[in-house]
């Protein structure tokens, strides 16, 4: 980390802080060198900031890994029983054969508990590479259907990323080791998903809602008509004598349901287009009575 043996905390911090900040991975993804020196300067700093693993290494008994100088002892009267750097003597007791009391001393008690020399040794691993965030602009009807979508990842290579179930603007989706690569592995890639807005269709929780034109002569007369879903167009009956806000329902057409509870449906409103102008409409009404009996505003209160 470039600082004294003697270095106060707040000079290790300082050090510290200047490092990370020019060796971060995300401040240099093309350079795998860097990372692997912000994962060297990352466990000097572990070391240093903690004052027992200092004093250790102060006095010898650990390298700059954080690794014992010499974990095995020579038995007695050999170079452990006075040689050891800094004054480090291992004691093995009479017979010489427990080893527990020092590897608890050394490994933080992991080798001596069935947990094999590399698990108590307290080395802190290599940090992977930074997690990588995308935005992910996904078409409406692509969400409906659960369409695969194609990422571009850093390195120019594609993959296809399978929508979840339940998917709305803001869902997020971890694809494990799709990050910056890094000493200890590549990151992971986070991606937010925003579904697009829809030129005629809307959503209501895991339904969808179409409001749909149809003929003055199709709502008076009835007929079977032609009707877009996100899965393809299928026939619609529009009964006889519908009015504007009628709403049918196609099922088994909205979004798919968080948790595999099957689909949502597509609510169809019907909306009838009047065609204008229409000289024999427009006598047609004036001729008809029955045009001008009734308040269709009535149960409005008006």
């Known amino acids: 980390m470039g600082v004294a043996r003697g270095a106060s905390e707040d000079e290790i911090k300082k050090a510290y802080r200047k490092l990370a900040k020019e060796l971060h991975p995300d401040r240099n993804r093309d350079n795998p060198k860097a990372a692997e020196r912000f994962g060297q300067v990352t466990n000097a700093y572990d070391l240093l900031s903690d004052k027992d693993k200092r004093a250790r290494?102060?006095?010898g008994e650990i390298d700059g890994d954080g690794n014992p100088t010499a974990p095995f002892g020579f038995g007695r009267g050999g170079p452990g029983a006075g040689g050891q750097p800094g004054g480090f003597r291992p004691d093995f007791g009479s017979d010489g054969g427990d080893f527990?009391?020092?590897f608890e001393g050394l490994f933080g008690g992991g080798a001596a508990k069935g947990g094999g020399f590399a698990s108590g040794f307290g080395r802190r691993s290599a940090p992977k590479g930074a997690n990588v965030a995308y935005r992910v602009?996904?078409?409406f009807v692509d969400a409906v259907t659960?369409?695969?979508q194609r990422l571009t990842l850093p390195d120019g290579s594609t993959i296809e990323v399978k929508l979840p179930a339940g998917v709305e603007s803001g869902t997020q989706m971890r694809l494990a080791g799709k990050g910056q690569p890094g000493p200890g592995g590549s990151g992971d890639a986070i991606v937010t998903i925003e579904v697009q807005p829809h030129a005629f269709y809307t959503r209501d929780g895991d339904d969808v809602r179409l409001d749909l034109p149809v003929s003055l002569a199709e709502a008076v007369l009835g007929a079977e008509v032609r009707v877009p879903t996100p899965d393809g167009a299928v026939m619609l009956k529009v009964p006889k004598g519908s009015s504007s806000g009628k709403t049918l329902r196609v099922r088994g057409r909205g979004f798919h349901k968080k948790g595999g509870g099957g689909r949502g449906d597509l609510y169809v409103t019907?909306?009838?287009d009047l065609p204008t102008p229409d000289d024999a409409?427009?006598?047609f009404v004036e001729r008809w009575d029955g045009g001008r009996k009734g308040n269709p505003r009535g149960r409005l209160g008006v």
Do not use: K, N, Q, T
């Open 57 to 59: 290494f102060d006095r």
């Open 100 to 102: 527990s009391d020092i």
């Open 137 to 139: 602009a996904v078409p």
């Open 146 to 148: 659960l369409a695969p």
């Open 270 to 272: 019907l909306m009838v």
């Open 281 to 283: 409409l427009v006598e």
